[in-house]
């Protein structure tokens, strides 16, 4: 059975710092893109980062040059550093395989919320 378990959430003042971790159970990471997703309150679940099998990184305009995804086969884990938080920036984060594709597998989810 392929979990995701996603960890790292919390709450942390505008500005500050967060890193996220999603490890693999049942699925190895080693081949495969992975991807961050995040859903904030009343709003619809958008992607943000994205890394491919080889490293290659591509990211939402809304997070870019703060955000930084990262993974670590040998863990079996994705990480997304998370810079210069913003309010916005509150959501439920989501690491994923597969984007929208019908096989794609999702984590539970971990809250991140940017409070003064």
């Known amino acids: 059975q392929v979990q995701l378990v996603e960890s790292g959430g919390g709450l942390v003042q505008p500005g500050g710092s967060l890193r996220l971790s999603c490890e693999g159970f049942?699925?190895?990471?080693?081949?495969?893109?992975l991807n961050w997703y995040r859903q904030p309150p009343g709003k619809q679940r958008e992607w943000i980062a994205s890394?491919?099998?080889?490293?290659?990184?591509t990211y939402d305009a809304s997070v870019k040059g703060r955000f930084t995804i990262s993974r670590d086969n040998a863990k079996n884990t994705i990480y997304l550093q998370m810079n210069g938080l913003k309010l916005e920036d509150t959501a439920v984060y989501y690491c994923?395989?597969?984007?929208?594709?019908?096989?794609?597998?999702w984590g539970q989810g971990t809250q991140v919320t940017v409070s003064s």
């Open positions: 994923n395989f597969g984007g929208t594709q019908s096989y794609a597998y």
């Open positions: 049942g699925i190895t990471f080693g081949r495969k893109g």
């Open positions: 890394i491919t099998s080889v490293g290659t990184t």
